[in-house]
């Protein structure tokens, strides 16, 4: 405008960046078909279609999603083992692709692929120098040299049998058993690379899929697929130094099943089925006797999912059911069904802060209840983190977090009627929550402001079991001090008002008071001298609560919330003149409350909320400079929502979280928004 009225003319324009919506994930747990890992302390899952590690700590009950950088994709089918652990990397080879990955790095490291396997179906077994493949190739891998070399085809099974058949590796040798009519197999010792053939089963029927397991003394095979394409039952025993194989008892067995539709694990003395019907059985070799696994609520039938044993649990997971559980056999009893999630986990209603490479997510509501946990993403490296659970405050929403520059500050908030005038500092580095002192901390509250100076966390405001509350105190991590606030000219006590930081004041404005009358007025908080400012009144927008007030370096912008209906007006509040500024109503947004807003720099973007009884996936930028709105698109943009969080990050908006009416669950999904980046090229006159 300043260009045009001094006679410039604008001549072109050029787009440096494209408006665009990027879809981050929701946070579900992809398992489907998989090979699980066990580390000794987590599970390590290479799962279908997946370029990253999933990582499950049962002692937290916390997925991770490891680091996707320099990784392979997973291309893994049933019945198929195409991941090792070596005690301290876990090696993938397959169809898509081939890689070293270190949990304690959460890094991936490249692995030749000179003289590596291919083919559609396979099994891996670490022999604690070596990496054995048996499949269509068979081949060993060093991953000392990054060397593959051939195995010896002399007496090797069939391709089928190496395929489709029954394999496991004993210590010493692979045993490969098997195929439809086939009754034959072989085993295979790395030390003389040579096959050694077995004698023909006749205690058990060919077939191929079957469920099978070590023992530490036998081949454990049991059930399958027959050559007609029906589930089998019945099953016998390998024992590699008589060459000689025993019939298992079938009285008490589990109904005929198919091993792509269920799953088995070796406990350490007992060969576990469970799967499909939600049922399933144990069976102890040495008394060649099987006790059964009911069918229990809480416990969701599924099947191609896969399992694992920990030493003391088997952990089922994935499949058809979107959720893993935890048998534990001395005790014959489960850990039900829990969600499958990556943190940041579904929730609304939580905080969100961005540290300058990842945002952190805390607190909010879940399904059903206050949530006590937290999440880390890494937009680079997409990589979602869970946060430590010891050391955090209790579950909780309606709490206040600020970023510090080296610290996430959480304090107060409430769980149901319960406030809380407690926290915690989550530091980012060493991954750990360091307490918030109680003495001389204000009163426990919820639906209050906090803003972070540069060096204190100011709280005010905000309402507990006692009424609505005006007053506050100012927070020292440095020394872990509080310090009350004056209340001589403070702002009328209040609940749902906004507050900014200037870089030298606290701005409080609008908010409800205890009467439940939306207020149109504010003041400016000085911490320096401990003082308060009155906010003109002179042409600000009208009163109202549950808006958004976000800082520009130089100005305050107010829009939306509740006057008490819903409204799409606002203003702009100039500390330095303290006067306003009405924001225009040409192009402005649907009237909302529950949206969220960011500054980029030299934008003001608002999305989502809601109003009107709808759920909105839509928004706008406001540039104070040019004066006007913008509309954000909606094509690639997620669904409408209320409650989320939003952080500005690296050139984009962050979005994760909220809800609408239409969700069996919060979301946990994250998006992220690109606005377009336009130079205009004027011509002087």
């Given at each position: 405008?300043?260009?045009?009225?001094?006679?410039?003319?604008?001549?072109?324009?050029?787009?440096?960046?494209?408006?665009?919506?990027?879809?981050?994930?929701?946070?579900?747990?992809?398992?489907?078909?998989?090979?699980?890992?066990?580390?000794?302390?987590?599970?390590?899952?290479?799962?279908?279609?997946?370029?990253?590690?999933?990582?499950?700590?049962?002692?937290?009950?916390?997925?991770?999603?490891?680091?996707?950088?320099?990784?392979?994709?997973?291309?893994?089918?049933?019945?198929?083992?195409?991941?090792?652990?070596?005690?301290?990397?876990?090696?993938?080879?397959?169809?898509?692709?081939?890689?070293?990955?270190?949990?304690?790095?959460?890094?991936?490291?490249?692995?030749?692929?000179?003289?590596?396997?291919?083919?559609?179906?396979?099994?891996?077994?670490?022999?604690?120098?070596?990496?054995?493949?048996?499949?269509?190739?068979?081949?060993?891998?060093?991953?000392?040299?990054?060397?593959?070399?051939?195995?010896?085809?002399?007496?090797?099974?069939?391709?089928?049998?190496?395929?489709?058949?029954?394999?496991?590796?004993?210590?010493?040798?692979?045993?490969?058993?098997?195929?439809?009519?086939?009754?034959?197999?072989?085993?295979?010792?790395?030390?003389?690379?040579?096959w050694t053939p077995m004698t023909n089963a006749?205690?058990?029927?060919?077939?191929?899929?079957?469920?099978?397991?070590?023992?530490?003394?036998?081949?454990?095979?049991?059930?399958?697929?027959?050559?007609?394409?029906?589930?089998?039952?019945?099953?016998?025993?390998?024992?590699?130094?008589?060459?000689?194989?025993?019939?298992?008892?079938?009285?008490?067995?589990?109904?005929?099943?198919?091993?792509?539709?269920?799953?088995?694990?070796?406990?350490?003395?007992?060969?576990?089925?469970?799967?499909?019907?939600?049922?399933?059985?144990?069976?102890?070799?040495?008394?060649?006797?099987?006790?059964?696994?009911?069918?229990?609520?809480?416990?969701?039938?599924?099947?191609?999912?896969?399992?694992?044993?920990?030493?003391?649990?088997?952990?089922?997971?994935?499949?058809?059911?979107?959720?893993?559980?935890?048998?534990?056999?001395?005790?014959?009893?489960?850990?039900?069904?829990?969600?499958?999630?990556?943190?940041?986990?579904?929730?609304?209603?939580?905080?969100?802060?961005?540290?300058?490479?990842?945002?952190?997510?805390?607190?909010?509501?879940?399904?059903?209840?206050?949530?006590?946990?937290?999440?880390?993403?890494?937009?680079?490296?997409?990589?979602?983190?869970?946060?430590?659970?010891?050391?955090?405050?209790?579950?909780?929403?309606?709490?206040?977090?600020?970023?510090?520059?080296?610290?996430?500050?959480?304090?107060?908030?409430?769980?149901?009627?319960?406030?809380?005038?407690?926290?915690?500092?989550?530091?980012?580095?060493?991954?750990?929550?360091?307490?918030?002192?109680?003495?001389?901390?204000?009163?426990?509250?919820?639906?209050?402001?906090?803003?972070?100076?540069?060096?204190?966390?100011?709280?005010?405001?905000?309402?507990?079991?006692?009424?609505?509350?005006?007053?506050?105190?100012?927070?020292?991590?440095?020394?872990?001090?509080?310090?009350?606030?004056?209340?001589?000219g403070a702002p009328s006590a209040r609940r749902?008002?906004?507050?900014?930081?200037?870089?030298?004041?606290?701005?409080?404005?609008?908010?409800?008071?205890?009467?439940?009358?939306?207020?149109?007025?504010?003041?400016?908080?000085?911490?320096?001298?401990?003082?308060?400012?009155?906010?003109?009144?002179?042409?600000?927008?009208?009163?109202?609560?549950?808006?958004?007030?976000?800082?520009?370096?130089?100005?305050?912008?107010?829009?939306?919330?509740?006057?008490?209906?819903?409204?799409?007006?606002?203003?702009?509040?100039?500390?330095?003149?303290?006067?306003?500024?009405?924001?225009?109503?040409?192009?402005?947004?649907?009237?909302?409350?529950?949206?969220?807003?960011?500054?980029?720099?030299?934008?003001?973007?608002?999305?989502?909320?809601?109003?009107?009884?709808?759920?909105?996936?839509?928004?706008?930028?406001?540039?104070?400079?040019?004066?006007q709105w913008e509309s954000i698109t909606t094509?690639?943009?997620?669904?409408?929502?209320?409650?989320?969080?939003?952080?500005?990050?690296?050139?984009?908006?962050?979005?994760?979280?909220?809800?609408?009416?239409?969700?069996?669950?919060?979301?946990?999904?994250?998006?992220?928004?690109?606005?377009?980046?336009?130079?205009?090229?004027?011509?002087?006159?």
């Amino acid at each position: 405008a300043s260009l045009a009225a001094a006679g410039y003319t604008r001549i072109s324009q050029t787009n440096l960046a494209q408006e665009a919506w990027q879809n981050r994930g929701n946070g579900a747990v992809p398992i489907g078909d998989a090979t699980p890992v066990w580390t000794g302390t987590e599970l390590l899952l290479w799962s279908n279609g997946n370029n990253y590690v999933l990582r499950y700590n049962p002692a937290t009950d916390q997925w991770t999603k490891g680091s996707s950088l320099n990784a392979p994709t997973a291309y893994v089918l049933e019945h198929d083992v195409r991941a090792v652990w070596t005690g301290s990397e876990l090696i993938v080879m397959g169809q898509g692709g081939f890689g070293r990955y270190n949990p304690a790095a959460d890094a991936w490291a490249a692995v030749s692929t000179v003289g590596a396997p291919a083919g559609a179906s396979q099994f891996a077994a670490w022999t604690g120098s070596e990496v054995i493949v048996i499949g269509d190739v068979s081949v060993r891998y060093n991953p000392t040299t990054d060397i593959w070399t051939p195995i010896s085809t002399v007496n090797e099974p069939p391709p089928s049998t190496r395929r489709y058949g029954a394999r496991v590796w004993t210590g010493s040798e692979v045993i490969v058993w098997g195929h439809l009519s086939n009754h034959a197999g072989a085993r295979y010792n790395p030390t003389t690379n040579t096959w050694t053939p077995m004698t023909n089963a006749i205690v058990i029927s060919g077939r191929h899929y079957p469920f099978c397991a070590w023992s530490g003394s036998e081949m454990i095979v049991w059930g399958g697929q027959t050559s007609g394409g029906n589930a089998s039952s019945g099953g016998g025993r390998y024992n590699p130094t008589t060459d000689s194989w025993t019939s298992m008892n079938a009285s008490g067995q589990p109904s005929a099943r198919l091993n792509f539709g269920n799953a088995s694990i070796w406990s350490g003395s007992e060969f576990i089925v469970w799967g499909k019907d939600g049922n399933g059985a144990r069976y102890n070799p040495t008394t060649d006797a099987w006790t059964a696994i009911p069918l229990i609520a809480g416990v969701a039938a599924r099947e191609q999912h896969t399992a694992a044993w920990t030493g003391t649990e088997m952990i089922v997971m994935g499949g058809t059911a979107a959720t893993h559980a935890r048998y534990t056999p001395a005790m014959g009893t489960w850990v039900g069904d829990r969600a499958t999630v990556f943190e940041p986990s579904p929730r609304s209603s939580h905080s969100a802060v961005w540290t300058g490479s990842e945002m952190l997510v805390w607190g909010g509501f879940g399904s059903s209840a206050a949530l006590g946990t937290g999440g880390r993403y890494h937009p680079q490296l997409g990589r979602r983190l869970p946060l430590p659970v010891s050391g955090a405050p209790s579950a909780r929403s309606s709490h206040a977090t600020v970023w510090s520059g080296a610290e996430m500050i959480v304090w107060g908030g409430a769980n149901g009627g319960t406030h809380y005038a407690d926290g915690a500092r989550y530091q980012p580095v060493a991954n750990v929550w360091v307490p918030i002192t109680s003495t001389a901390a204000p009163a426990a509250r919820k639906d209050f402001t906090a803003v972070w100076t540069g060096t204190e966390y100011i709280v005010w405001g905000g309402v507990n079991g006692g009424g609505v509350l005006g007053d506050g105190a100012r927070y020292s991590p440095s020394n872990d001090a509080w310090t009350a606030m004056s209340s001589s000219g403070a702002p009328s006590a209040r609940r749902f008002h906004s507050a900014v930081w200037t870089g030298s004041e606290m701005i409080v404005w609008g908010g409800l008071n205890a009467a439940l009358t939306p207020q149109g007025d504010g003041a400016r908080y000085s911490p320096a001298t401990d003082t308060w400012t009155p906010v003109s009144a002179t042409a600000a927008p009208s009163a109202r609560y549950v808006h958004t007030a976000t800082w520009t370096g130089s100005e305050m912008i107010v829009w939306g919330g509740n006057t008490p209906s819903a409204t799409n007006t606002g203003a702009r509040y100039r500390p330095a003149t303290d006067d306003w500024i009405a924001l225009p109503s040409e192009n402005a947004p649907a009237a909302r409350t529950g949206h969220t807003t960011v500054w980029t720099g030299t934008e003001y973007i608002m999305w989502g909320g809601a109003g009107g009884g709808s759920y909105f996936n839509g928004g706008a930028r406001f540039n104070p400079l040019v004066g006007q709105w913008e509309s954000i698109t909606t094509t690639g943009a997620p669904a409408g929502r209320t409650g989320h969080a939003a952080v500005w990050a690296q050139g984009q908006m962050l979005i994760h979280g909220g809800t609408d009416t239409g969700a069996a669950a919060p979301f946990s999904d994250i998006h992220g928004y690109v606005p377009p980046q336009t130079v205009f090229v004027y011509q002087h006159p």
